[in-house]
C-alpha cells in the first residue's frame, strides 16, 4: 500500500460517495474504485460497503479511516519540518514523552526551551518508553522523558530522580479515610488497575514488580492501555491504581496516598542518541540541571 491509495480510501470514507470523491480528487472514478480495491486485497479484508447508499464502512474500514488519518497527518508534519529545515526557517526538536511526566519536568522545560531558543520547532509526541527508545534510534525523535531503563549501546539515558508512588482508591474505600502514607503491604488482595496494557516492559511492570519485592498478591490484575482509564476506573470502583506522585493532579474525584514502602518509586529518565552533538540537545541537558538546582515546586510534590 503507499500514500496514494490512503489519500483515496480518506477521500471515499469522508464523501462516502465514489463520484464525490473522485471529483475531489481530480480523477476518474474507474481508477479510484480499483486502488480501493487493490488496497482492501492488500489488508486482507473488505473496507467499504459497496451495495448501500451512502457507501458505508465496515469495522475494519472504520479502523483503517482512523489510522490513514493519523499517518496522512503524520506525513504532513513531517514534511512541512523538513521544509521549514531546508529553508533555514526553523530548527526542530521532536520530544517523546510519557503521559505523566507532564505532571512534572517537562512543563517548565519547554518553556524554558522557548525562552532560550524562540527560533525552535518544538514537536510532542506521546509515546511509551519502549516506543521512545525505537524512536530515538528510527530518528523520529531527538529526546524522550521516560521511566523504563533500556539498555541500548546508540542511546544515553540519564535518570534524573526517582519520583515516589502513589495509590489512587476510591473515594468509598476504607483506606482513603486517611491521607497519610500507606503501608505496601495493605495493597495484598486488592483488585489492581495496572497500565499501560502494552507495550512491555512498561509502568505495569515496575508496579508488579515493587509487589512483588515485598510478597504482596493482588487480588486480581486488570490492565488497561493509559493512566486516563486506570483512574476512571479507580473512581468508578472497580479497583486501585498505584501512579507516580506528580500524578495525583489528574482527577479529584478519587482519593491519593504516598505509598511507604522500601524504593516504591519509579525513575525519570531523560534519554537520547549516543554522541549527539546537536546545541539543541546540550542546551535542554543544561536547563534540565537548572532546573533542578533550583528545586522546584513539583519536585517538592512528589515527597
Known amino acids: 500500500m503507499d500514500l496514494r491509495q490512503f489519500r483515496y480510501f480518506v477521500a471515499v470514507a469522508r464523501e462516502r460517495n465514489f463520484t464525490r470523491a473522485a471529483r475531489q480528487l481530480n480523477i476518474a472514478q474507474p481508477p479510484l474504485s480499483r486502488q480501493i480495491q487493490l488496497l482492501e486485497e492488500e489488508v486482507g479484508v473488505p473496507l467499504l460497503i459497496r451495495n448501500s447508499r451512502p457507501v458505508q464502512l465496515t469495522d475494519a474500514g472504520r479502523l483503517f479511516f482512523e489510522q490513514a488519518i493519523q499517518v496522512l497527518g503524520r506525513v504532513e508534519q513531517m514534511q512541512a519540518a523538513t521544509r521549514r529545515v531546508g529553508l533555514h526557517q526553523r530548527s526542530v526538536l521532536s520530544i517523546g514523552f510519557v503521559a505523566s511526566t507532564l505532571y512534572g519536568v517537562l512543563p517548565t522545560l519547554m518553556r524554558k526551551l522557548r525562552q532560550h531558543a524562540p527560533e525552535l520547532d518544538i514537536q510532542m509526541i506521546e509515546l511509551m ?21 533500556r539498555s541500548d549501546p546508540n542511546v544515553s539515558s540519564i535518570v534524573l530522580h526517582e519520583e515516589r508512588l502513589a495509590v489512587a482508591l476510591p473515594m468509598e474505600s476504607p483506606m482513603a479515610r486517611e491521607s497519610t502514607p500507606l503501608p505496601v503491604h495493605q495493597l495484598a488482595g486488592e483488585k489492581l488497575i495496572v497500565y499501560p496494557k502494552e507495550p512491555r516492559p512498561g509502568f505495569a511492570d515496575q508496579v508488579l514488580n515493587i509487589l512483588d519485592r515485598h510478597d504482596i498478591q493482588p ?83 512528589h515527597n
Open 219 to 301: 487480588g486480581q490484575v486488570m490492565e488497561v492501555r493509559e493512566i486516563q482509564t486506570a483512574l476512571g476506573l479507580v473512581a468508578a470502583e472497580f479497583g486501585v491504581c498505584v501512579i507516580p506522585a506528580s500524578a495525583r493532579q489528574m482527577r479529584h474525584d478519587v482519593h491519593y496516598r504516598l505509598i511507604d514502602g522500601d524504593r516504591a518509586t519509579s525513575p525519570v529518565i531523560v534519554s537520547h542518541r549516543a554522541n549527539d552533538s546537536s546545541k539543541y540537545i546540550s542546551l535542554t541537558k543544561q536547563l534540565i540541571r537548572e532546573m533542578y538546582a533550583e528545586h522546584p515546586a513539583w519536585l517538592d510534590s
Open 129 to 149: 518508553s519502549v516506543q521512545q527508545i525505537q524512536a530515538i534510534n528510527e530518528g523520529r525523535i531527538d529526546i524522550g522523558f521516560g521511566r523504563v531503563h
